[in-house]
C-alpha cells in the first residue's frame, strides 16, 4: 500500500514539475513578444513589431534613417526619395542634367528627361549635352508620331514608309485604303492577285464567304478542287453536320464507302 502511495506521489510531483516549466516557457514568450527595441511598436495584427517612422529594421534594431542632401522621407517613412530634379545615385542624390529640347521627368529611375515634341533621343550618342536631343526630319507627306522614340515620325493616311520617304499608296481598280491608311485590300469579292483585285468566281453549288475573300459550297456539296461537287449519301447515312461529307446511321458503321449493319 505505502509503495502505491508512493508511486502516485512521484507521478504528481512529475506532472507538477511539467505544468511549472510550461507556465515558465509561456511567460518567457510573452515577455520577450512585448519586449520592443527602442522606437519600434508592436503590430496591431498579428504578432511582432515594426520600426516608427524614419527609422528602419536592423537585425532587432531599429536604425535612424539618414536623409542625403536633396532628399525627403518617403510616404511609409521606411525609407527616402530624391527631391524632382535629383536621381539616387549611391547613398547620394545626384542633380539631373537636362540637355536642351528636353523636359524633366518625375520618374525616379532612368536618366530622368525626356526629349520634347520634334525631337528625339541621338543614337549616335556623341556625349555632349546639346547633342542628346536632335530634331526630327521629317519627310514630305509625313507627320510626327506621339513617340520620340524610334525615327520619331509616321506617313501620312493615304502614304506609306519606304527607305525613309512616304510615297503614296496606289490603290487598283475594286480596292480600297484600309483602316490605318497605310496600305490598301480588295473589295467584297475580289482578291489581291499582285497589285490588282480580281473578281472571286463563285462555282454552282457555292456561296460568298463573310469575310468576302473566298468562297465555300453549300450544304450538300464538298469542295474538290475550283468546284464544288454533290456528296452521294450511301443507304442508312445521312449528310453530316458539316454538310460536306455523310455519317452512318445507328446502328450502322462505315465500311469502304458503304454502311453496314453491326452484328451484336
Known amino acids: 500500500m505505502k509503495s502505491i502511495l508512493r508511486k502516485k506521489s512521484v507521478e504528481i510531483a512529475i506532472i507538477i514539475f511539467s505544468l511549472s516549466i510550461f507556465s515558465t516557457s509561456l511567460w518567457a514568450q510573452n515577455v520577450s513578444s512585448d519586449t520592443l527595441p527602442e522606437n519600434a511598436y508592436k503590430k496591431t495584427y498579428g504578432s511582432g513589431w515594426d520600426c516608427n517612422r524614419g527609422f528602419k529594421k536592423r537585425d532587432d534594431k531599429c536604425i535612424v534613417i539618414v536623409i542625403p542632401k536633396n532628399a525627403y522621407l518617403d510616404s511609409f517613412g521606411s525609407d527616402w526619395k530624391c527631391n524632382r530634379g535629383f536621381l539616387k545615385e549611391d547613398n547620394?542624390?545626384?542633380?539631373?542634367?537636362?540637355?536642351?529640347?528636353?523636359?524633366?521627368?518625375?520618374?525616379?529611375?532612368?536618366?530622368?528627361?525626356?526629349?520634347?515634341r520634334g525631337?528625339?533621343?541621338?543614337?549616335?550618342?556623341?556625349?555632349?549635352?546639346?547633342?542628346?536631343?536632335?530634331?526630327?526630319?521629317?519627310?514630305?507627306?509625313?507627320?510626327?508620331?506621339?513617340?520620340?522614340?524610334?525615327?520619331?515620325?509616321?506617313?501620312?493616311?493615304?502614304?506609306?514608309?519606304?527607305?525613309?520617304?512616304?510615297?503614296e499608296v496606289v490603290i487598283?481598280?475594286?480596292?480600297?485604303?484600309?483602316?490605318?491608311?497605310?496600305?490598301?485590300?480588295?473589295k467584297r469579292g475580289f482578291q489581291k492577285t499582285g497589285q490588282s483585285c480580281t473578281r472571286i468566281e463563285i462555282p454552282e453549288g457555292a456561296f460568298l464567304r463573310d469575310d468576302g475573300d473566298d468562297w465555300r459550297c453549300e450544304r450538300g456539296y464538298e469542295k474538290k478542287g475550283k468546284s464544288c461537287t454533290p456528296v452521294v449519301v450511301p443507304t442508312n447515312a445521312h449528310i453530316n453536320s458539316l454538310g460536306d461529307g455523310w455519317n452512318?446511321?445507328?446502328?450502322?458503321?462505315?465500311?469502304?464507302g458503304t454502311c453496314e449493319k453491326v452484328a451484336y
Open 119 to 167: 525631337h528625339k533621343p541621338n543614337q549616335q550618342r556623341f556625349g555632349q549635352e546639346e547633342d542628346q536631343c536632335v530634331e526630327v526630319d521629317v519627310p514630305e507627306h509625313g507627320i510626327l508620331s506621339e513617340s520620340s522614340y524610334g525615327s520619331g515620325w509616321e506617313c501620312k493616311r493615304g502614304y506609306q514608309e519606304e527607305s525613309g520617304a512616304c510615297l
Open 92 to 116: 547620394g542624390c545626384k542633380a539631373i542634367s537636362v540637355p536642351p529640347n528636353a523636359y524633366l521627368l518625375d520618374a525616379q529611375y532612368g536618366q530622368g528627361w525626356e526629349c520634347e
Open 248 to 256: 452512318c446511321n445507328e446502328p450502322y458503321r462505315e465500311n469502304r
Open 172 to 186: 487598283p481598280e475594286n480596292g480600297f485604303l484600309v483602316r490605318r491608311g497605310e496600305d490598301w485590300d480588295c
